[in-house]
């Protein structure tokens, strides 16, 4: 195109030198790369359309209590502990971009439609109690007092107050601003090559292998990335990589949803003051109020989908089962309606660290760190992340994701690259 | 801004000329205006955003027979004349235009959800068959055998052959190519000052008065236009425009719908051959197979709303009952949700024809043709409704069609204009 937004180096080009290169420009690589840039280290962060995928969808709730599953311990430790860094992390970008990220502390409402939901949520609070977690049932009184558009025939409400939310499309360009900014102001942080400073506006065809080492980015314009870490953070596209190490196996599916954005009528504000988490006839359904007058209702989970196609029945039930909860639904303004996929994997954990070396090799594969896998907590789980990466990059490995190891359900993993497709 | 495409006249130029004026790109007015070109007539159409108000929306039903009332027998004529010149307009469009605007004789299928429909569907018919019209019932066995997908609980169907469709999305593009093109090719047809030779990308603030007569428009970007006759046909704002007759009242309003497009996955196509036209325990809808592999879902009524805002609620129960007619319908791609206001007038008929003076003046007000307040039926009603501004023009007016006079709802018009409106 010729306009410096949109040129990529080419491959002529000499190849463009970082600290960190991070793969994939959804919220986690853009946490990531912040992370790493304020360590001192200067980043580039490559997509050729941030923040369009799974992040466009996402609702942003911070929600570790209410999205505890039976038998997801080690996950749960994770949740709880990026939500403990949100408060900062949130403060952190905010300051660091000058803008409002939407992070919210408003609580959140479990509710339940009928008497199995109301013992599904009851059977929940069980296990959310024995980790210590406080969930407390409110009279359904109770809860129309305090959102007094929920719908007087529902079965059961229980306060879950340490349940947050942000705005992952505003996250987004808080990061990018922050990015952007950082690099502008300190000179040793700007990268040569990239949109300002940071942003190389192509696609990863994989990775630059030097030996058993990764040495960087190989771009599907033909450009070059040279860098010390490369970070492979770009949701269900990572195992597309040319130049993965040999045997090292990601297994990531695509869990569609659609999620639906409205506009709540003045005489109707707020519709809710806090997120209301519904179970209706075994179906979950969220609505998540903004500080706008917008609310964001979601999401389905379909894995017969093969594009981001909007499923009709899919926005039919979402309609149909918030509606349920709070009538007034019905009379919002439907501004859009969106489908994404999630980047699942068949543990529901990320694949997030280096990747080790067979026992006998010892060590792992140098200059590589995945980040990948965060299926339905990618905007929770990302001041995890970025602070898990940051570490990583100074050499430290927290024992306690170990559950996490990229390479845990693959055979054992070599040094070798595998082919990777050179663009001319 | 400078460019042609969006530069319009100011009132230091010197007024553009032509026979006539119509004001309005909506389905009606570009019907009207090629056929006042193609009578031989220069023309000019005004409109700052052609196609875009109840034409984006409309599904393009050609259903004289289906959407006959009790009691509007003045308009079910009306209709059946325009249904009659519908072949011929569209071969005529497609013939100057040299594109495809989805004229199709599809048939339609009057089905029933429950038993309450199919008594009211069979009352209906009888009223159909005392008008001549052929409507026959169908067993849900021999709907079914035709199309397959119909949910097998219905009630009753009834086959409609009489009623097809178009494409109000492509038709206005079609008119379009054929205005230009004829503009263009016939140097005595382009207007000079207008783009493409008949385009005026400007909202007509008011008429231009001179004593008793019309003699053509004023333009919002302070331009005018001097034309031997204008038409007004600018749908819902026909009674905001300046210089109306004093005491006409054009008591139009917004009656607004709520309409989805979808898209059929491979393996369900054809969703269904015929139009299908529902009745859904009391509520109507309606499904329209378009060529393409896409579906048109509607129609809600809303006469609640204030602006294009789509209804939560109002997609809700298109989905609801679209699904209770052919289930499948949970399987398709929503592609588009859109509303937009259908201007109703008090008996439903359009306000069509010339103003005419009080009996003692005798006569009309020269220069000015009404065309508007066309409900549901603008897309239906746009090859009469040009048949009759074009025999108007020529001096004709048939008695057929005065039921519809556009001053039956007003005090006794004068010669006077009502206050215009200039800008500078």
């Known amino acids: 195109m010729g306009s410096p937004l949109n040129s990529s ?29 304020r ?17 466009w969808a996402a609702a ?13 311990e080690d996950l749960l430790e994770l949740m709880l502990e990026s939500s403990s860094l949100w408060p900062g992390f949130a403060a952190g970008v905010a300051a660091a971009s000058g803008s409002d990220s939407g ?47 929920l719908s007087p025939g529902i079965a059961c409400a229980l306060d879950t107050p340490a349940d947050h939310q942000v705005d992952p499309r505003r996250l987004v360009a808080s990061l990018r601003l922050a990015l952007a900014g950082a690099a ?17 506006p192509d ?45 090292l196996r990601l297994p990531l599916r695509p869990v569609h949803g659609d999620i639906l954005r409205l506009a709540v009528p003045q005489h109707l504000r707020p519709l809710v003051t806090a997120t209301v988490r519904g179970m209706v006839h075994g179906i979950p359904v969220y609505i998540v109020p903004r500080q706008d007058g917008t609310v964001v209702i979601g999401a389905t989970q379909r894995e017969d989908a093969l594009s981001d196609a909007v499923s009709a029945g899919g926005v039919y039930q979402l309609l149909r089962d918030a509606q ?19 980047p699942g994997t068949p543990d529901n954990g990320p694949l997030l660290g280096r990747v080790p070396l067979p026992a006998g090799a010892g060590g792992h594969i140098p200059g590589l760190i995945i980040a990948t896998g965060f299926f339905r907590h990618g905007v929770l789980l990302t001041p995890a992340a970025a602070a898990i990466c940051r570490d990583l990059l100074d050499g430290k490995a927290d024992p306690r994701w170990s559950a996490f190891r990229p390479d845990r359900f693959s055979r054992p993993v070599t040094a070798a690259g595998t082919h990777t497709k050179e663009t001319a």
């Open 203 to 247: 696609r990863a065809a994989g990775l630059l292998r030097e030996g058993g080492a990764v040495a960087g980015v190989l771009l599907a314009g033909g450009g070059r990335i040279r860098a010390t870490e490369t970070v492979v953070a770009n949701g269900l596209r990572a195992g597309e990589l040319g130049g993965l190490p040999e045997g």
């Open 103 to 149: 992070y919210l502390t408003t609580p959140t409402l479990a509710v339940g439609a009928d008497a199995a939901d109301r013992a599904a949520l009851m059977d929940l609070r069980a296990v959310q109690q024995a980790n210590g977690l406080a969930v407390e049932p409110l009279t359904v009184r109770e809860a129309r007092r305090r959102e007094p558009l």
């Open 39 to 55: 360590s001192g280290r200067s980043v580039v962060l490559v997509d050729d359309a941030p923040g369009s995928g799974a992040s």
């Open 324 to 342: 349920a909860l709070v009538p007034a639904v019905a009379e919002l303004e439907l501004l859009e309606c969106t489908a994404r996929a999630r």
């Open 184 to 200: 502008a102001r300190t000179p040793g942080l700007a990268v040569d090559g990239a949109v300002e400073g940071y942003s190389i």
């Open 9 to 37: 180096p080419r491959s002529a080009d000499p190849p463009i030198q970082a600290d960190v290169a991070v793969i994939g420009g959804g919220v986690v690589g853009h946490g990531i790369a912040w992370e790493a840039q």
């Open 60 to 72: 942003g709730m911070l929600a570790p209590v209410s999205e505890l599953h039976y038998q997801e």
